[in-house]
């Protein structure tokens, strides 16, 4: 399939023309206009299955998080106006703004129907183009559709001629930046109002996650009219600005390192007890599924229920919202203990780092999931790439990542995340559309 460049090549799907769909919907906002009613986020947090619930929509706001996505959903179950699913899975207030909601989807008109639901509650509506995992294969979605353009394209076009709110589309990248250029212009030219471009291969996902290419999201950059959102390979604040400095794309997207660190996008280095109980305290006014504040809460502290492991029991065992933060409340007491018993005190402006660059934190403060075990040579190399594009004196941060986020410890915990995390749960294997 060729980019359309006027009517006698526009695909038979296109059924309006760009200044009927104008025409058709006045007052939605394209492409840089949508960035700037949105407040021209720099920060986004990502879509995650489970994970990007509104209770942590809050959390994350309330540290500088300019955007949010929702989890992705399904598109035939929360089309389904009989199913419990939309119930189950959409949440929303008055603060939840600015919102993305994501679907996954191979049917348009099925696709258009779940939107339609949501669209006087959301900013926009995001197709999911780059689920890499099994399920997403056997559902024909996510990553599985960047061997169908057509299909690709009908999807966002249904949306653009036929939505109140305008369509985003969140990418992954093939091996071939040639390839993933073309891709993009499909993606923009079917009416994708901002792209996001996950930098990594279908393929690098679980233990081949590997780093991101933000090469390839520069290229991408480069060839498009409408904002790009980078996604991928942000461990602390200072890589944003590396992120948009190499990439020059108009938004940092992330997921892993937001779970671990909620206040990533803040620039604060803070206890992990601290966010966990204010998660708690939002989970208190937000009812919340308790299996996502289980992974949350495992994520947190994902650095000291190692050393803590009869609270890691404990948490493992909650079942209400007072075992939760009973737990939690003990966690806060040892760690504490913890942080008292060191012979100097925690220095924020004196961390050390190991001899990849990964800063040696204390385990009750927030921070990254490191990978050390995968990948390593190949990681490093393009660490160095993404630095070189970045800053000519590397910085002590480094863009190295684990994406393994459904970690076992989450999953010990009773997660529903697969052990790669992108976007299959146990809950929610059903098939898309
Ligand atoms: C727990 C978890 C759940 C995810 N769920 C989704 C999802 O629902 N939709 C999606 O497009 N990507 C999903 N992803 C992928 C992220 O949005 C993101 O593209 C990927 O993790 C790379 O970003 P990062 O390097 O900042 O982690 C998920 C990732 C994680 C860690």
Redesign the pocket.
């Known amino acids: 399939m060729t980019v359309p460049t006027g009517p006698a090549e526009r695909p038979a799907h296109f059924t309006m023309t760009e200044d009927e769909v104008m025409a058709k919907f006045p007052a939605r906002a394209r492409g840089f206009e949508l960035l700037h009613k949105l407040g021209n986020p720099k920060h986004v947090v ?4 489970d ?1 990007s619930e509104l209770a942590w929509r809050t959390l994350s706001r309330r540290y500088d998080a300019h955007l949010c996505y929702t ?2 959903f399904h598109a035939k179950s929360f089309a389904d106006e009989k199913a419990k699913y939309f119930h189950e899975q959409w949440q929303t207030d008055g603060e939840d703004r600015p919102l993305v909601v ?1 679907f996954c989807a191979n049917d348009p008109d099925i696709l258009l129907n779940a939107a339609k639901r949501i669209e006087h509650m959301a900013d926009a509506v995001d197709i ?1 183009l ?2 890499p995992q099994h399920i997403a294969r056997r559902g024909r979605y996510g990553s599985f559709l960047m061997d169908d353009w057509d299909l690709v394209s009908r999807l966002i076009r249904r949306l653009h001629e036929a939505l109140a709110i305008p369509v985003t589309a ?1 990418i992954r990248v093939f091996p071939d930046v040639a390839k993933t250029v073309a891709y993009a212009r499909i993606v923009e030219a079917a009416g994708a109002q901002i792209i996001t471009v ?1 930098g ?1 291969l279908r393929e690098q996902k679980g233990h081949k996650t590997g780093l ?1 290419d933000w090469a390839q999201i520069k290229a991408v950059k480069d060839a498009v009219s409408v904002p790009v959102f980078a ?4 461990l602390y604040f200072e890589d944003i600005q590396r992120c948009l400095d190499a990439t020059t794309a108009d938004g940092v ?5 937001n ?1 671990y660190n909620p206040a990533i996008f803040s620039g604060k280095v803070l206890p992990t007890w601290q966010l966990a109980q204010e998660y708690m305290e939002i989970c208190r006014e937000i009812p919340t599924n308790q299996s996502y504040i289980r992974g949350h809460l495992f994520k947190l502290f994902r650095y000291s229920l190692p050393i803590h492991t009869d609270l890691r029991q404990r948490l493992v065992e909650a079942r209400t919202m007072d075992e939760f933060a009973g737990c939690v409340e003990a966690i806060k007491v040892r760690l504490m203990a913890d942080a008292a018993a060191q012979s100097s005190p925690f220095d924020l402006d004196a961390f050390e780092v190991d001899e990849f660059g990964y800063r040696k934190y204390p385990h009750w403060i927030c921070q990254p999931a490191l990978r050390f075990e995968h990948d390593k040579e190949h990681s490093k190399s393009k660490r160095l790439l993404n630095e070189a594009q970045a800053d000519p004196k590397p910085a002590a941060s480094t863009a190295e ?1 684990t ?1 393994e ?2 970690d076992s410890e989450a999953n010990a915990g009773g997660s529903a ?1 697969d052990d790669a ?3 299959s749960t146990k809950r929610q294997k059903t098939a898309a559309t």
């Open positions: 990502a879509p995650m299955v994970q989890p992705m994501q999911n780059g689920c969140k996950h990594r991101a996604n991928g390979n942000i997207m992330s997921a892993e390192t779970l990542q994406t986020a459904a995340e995390a992108d976007c």
